[in-house]
C-alpha cells in the first residue's frame, strides 16, 4: 500500500503556543487529504478536506481559524493548531487519496498541551 | 453517523481463523465496503475493499453477501499481531470521498 508520513509523531507544547503538523505522501500524489482527531477510547473523527491548492472544507463544530490547513502541493499538507488548549490535547491523523479507490492513513501525532 | 454495525468486540485462538462481520443494509448500489484496522496508538491501515465480489489479497478475504446488506472479514490465520480495532466502512470511491468512521470492533487473538 501507499505510504504517508506525519511529522512530529508527537509533541508537548504550552498553552496559548501554535502547533505544526506536517502529512506527507511518500509514493504518490494526493489530490486530496483529510485531517481526524482521536480522543482516548474513542473513534476516528473527521476534521477537514484539503484539495491541493484550494481551501479546506470543514466539518460542522471545527473551528477553521484555530485549525488551519495548508495543502500547497500534491505530496504535503500541514495542520496549524493555533493557540493550543489543553482541551485540544489529541491524536491528529491524516488521511490522503490519490484519486483511487482507496484512502491511506498516516501514523498519527500525539498532541499534548499543559 | 455510521452507516455500518458491528460487534463491540470478539476474541480468537491465535492459528485459527478470525470471522469479523458488518452489517451494512443502506447501502447505496455504488458504495463499497472498506475495512481498516487500527492496532493501538497508530494510524489506521487499509485492509481490503470491495464493491459485490468476494475479495481476497495478502491480508485478509471480504466476503459479501449477494444482497449487499452485511459482509464478513476473514483474516485465515490470525497472529496476535493482528490483535485491534476493526472498522468496517461503507463509502463512495473517487479522492473526495469522506470516510466515517463508527465503533469498530475489537479483535483480540489469545495465545
Known amino acids: 500500500g501507499a505510504v504517508v508520513s506525519q511529522h ?24 486530496t487529504m ?13 476534521m477537514a478536506t484539503s484539495n491541493e491548492g484550494s481551501k479546506a472544507t ?9 485549525f488551519l490547513i ?13 493557540s493550543a ?30 | 453517523d455510521a452507516k455500518t454495525t458491528q460487534p463491540p468486540s470478539m476474541d480468537c485462538a491465535e492459528g485459527r481463523a478470525a470471522n469479523l462481520p458488518c452489517n451494512h443494509s443502506t447501502i447505496s448500489g455504488n458504495e463499497y465496503v472498506y475495512w481498516y ?6 494510524g489506521p491501515q487499509y485492509i481490503i475493499h470491495g464493491l459485490k465480489n468476494n475479495e481476497t489479497n495478502e491480508m485478509a478475504s471480504l466476503i459479501i453477501t449477494e444482497d449487499r446488506k ?23 470511491t473517487g479522492a473526495n470521498s469522506k470516510l466515517t468512521f463508527g465503533k469498530g470492533i475489537t479483535l483480540s487473538v489469545r495465545p
Open chain 1, 70 to 82: 495548508n495543502h500547497a502541493s500534491l505530496t504535503l499538507s500541514t495542520l496549524t493548531v493555533t
Open chain 2, 70 to 92: 452485511s459482509s464478513t472479514l476473514i483474516l485465515p490465520h490470525a497472529t496476535l499481531r493482528d490483535t485491534a480495532v476493526y472498522y468496517c466502512i461503507v463509502s463512495y
Open chain 1, 8 to 31: 512530529p509523531s508527537w509533541v508537548i507544547c504550552k498553552s496559548g503556543t501554535s502547533v505544526k503538523i506536517e502529512c506527507r505522501s511518500l509514493d504518490f500524489q494526493a489530490t
Open chain 1, 34 to 46: 483529510f485531517w481526524y482527531r482521536q480522543f482516548p477510547k474513542q473513534s476516528l473523527m473527521l
Open chain 1, 58 to 66: 470543514y466539518e460542522q463544530g471545527v473551528e477553521k481559524d484555530k
Open chain 2, 37 to 42: 484496522r487500527q492496532i493501538h496508538s497508530q
Open chain 1, 85 to 114: 488548549h489543553p482541551e485540544d490535547s489529541s491524536f491528529y491523523i491524516c488521511g490522503a487519496s490519490g484519486g483511487e479507490e482507496t484512502q491511506y492513513f498516516g501514523p498519527g501525532t500525539r498532541l499534548l498541551v499543559l
